[in-house]
T-cell receptor
Framework: QKEVEQDPGPLSVPEGAIVSLNCTYSNSAFQYFMWYRQYSRKGPELLMYTYSSGNKEDGRFTAQVDKSSKYISLFIRDSQPSDSATYLCAMSAVGTGRRALTFGSGTRLQVQP | SAVISQKPSRDICQRGTSLTIQCQVDSQVTMMFWYRQQPGQSLTLIATANQGSEATYESGFVIDKFPISRPNLTFSTLTVSNMSPEDSSIYLC????????????FGPGTRLTVL
C-alpha cells in the first residue's frame, strides 16, 4: 500500500464548476500538507500549504485537512480552463530533518470551456 | 519564493552515455533535493544534496548511478550515468523554503529521453 493515495483521474468538469480533489494517507506522522499544480512540461508549482488540521483559503482555492480521517482535500471554486493541470498532493512529517516530501500520484483535471 | 533554473531543459541521449543536469537558485538555500518523475508517474525523491558533504540517497538510488555535487548554497548538479531507456524521465530539483518549514519549490525540470 502506498503511503499517499490519490485518484489519478482524469477529472473533466465544465467551466464554473466546483472541483474537489482528494488524497488519503496512512502515515500518522505527517504534519505538513501541500498541494502543487503542474502544467504539462512544467515543474510543480506550490498552490497551498497547511500545517496540521483545519482549513485554509486563498482566492478560489480552499485546502482542508482532516488528520483524524487521514484525508486532505483541495476545492477549486468557479473553475477556469486555465485550471486544467495535474494536481499533486504532498506531505511530510515533523522532525524528519531531511524535509523530504511524499507525493500522491497526481489527479489530472480538465476544465471544459 | 526562490527562482530556480535548470539546464538543460531537455536532452536526447544514447544508451551508455552520461548527462549532467545543473540546478541554479537565485538565493542561498539550506536544502536542495533531486526528484525523478517517470512518464505518467508522481515524483520520487532521488537524494538530498548536502552542501560540503556527500548526498543522502533514497532507497533504490545509488551514488555510482546518480552522483550529485553541491559546491555552494545556490548550485547543485545531478549526473545520470551509464544511461538506459529506463532512465527516460523528468528530473527536477527543488529547494527547501527558508521561511516555511517542510515546503519545497521546484525548478522547471529536465526532460531526458534515452534511446
Amino acid at each position: 500500500q502506498k503511503e499517499v493515495e490519490q485518484d489519478p483521474g482524469p477529472l473533466s468538469v465544465p467551466e464554473g464548476a466546483i472541483v474537489s480533489l482528494n488524497c488519503t494517507y496512512s502515515n500518522s506522522a505527517f504534519q505538513y500538507f501541500m498541494w502543487y499544480r503542474q502544467y504539462s512540461r512544467k515543474g510543480p508549482e506550490l498552490l497551498m500549504y497547511t500545517y496540521s488540521s483545519g482549513n485554509k483559503e486563498d482566492g478560489r482555492f480552499t485546502a482542508q485537512v482532516d488528520k483524524s480521517s487521514k484525508y486532505i482535500s483541495l476545492f477549486i471554486r468557479d473553475s477556469q480552463p486555465s485550471d486544467s493541470a495535474t494536481y499533486l498532493c504532498a506531505m511530510s512529517a515533523v522532525g524528519t530533518g531531511r524535509r523530504a516530501l511524499t507525493f500522491g500520484s497526481g489527479t489530472r483535471l480538465q476544465v471544459q470551456p | 519564493s526562490a527562482v530556480i533554473s535548470q539546464k538543460p531543459s531537455r536532452d536526447i541521449c544514447q544508451r551508455g552515455t552520461s548527462l549532467t543536469i545543473q540546478c541554479q537558485v537565485d538565493s542561498q538555500v539550506t536544502m536542495m533535493f533531486w526528484y525523478r518523475q517517470q512518464p505518467g508517474q508522481s515524483l520520487t525523491l532521488i537524494a538530498t544534496a548536502n552542501q560540503g558533504s556527500e548526498a543522502t540517497y533514497e532507497s533504490g538510488f545509488v551514488i555510482d548511478k546518480f552522483p550529485i555535487s553541491r559546491p555552494n548554497l545556490t548550485f547543485s548538479t545531478l549526473t545520470v550515468s551509464n544511461m538506459s531507456p529506463e532512465d527516460s524521465s523528468i528530473y527536477l530539483c527543488s529547494v527547501g523554503s527558508i521561511t516555511t518549514a517542510d515546503t519545497q519549490y521546484f525548478g522547471p525540470g529536465t526532460r531526458l529521453t534515452v534511446l
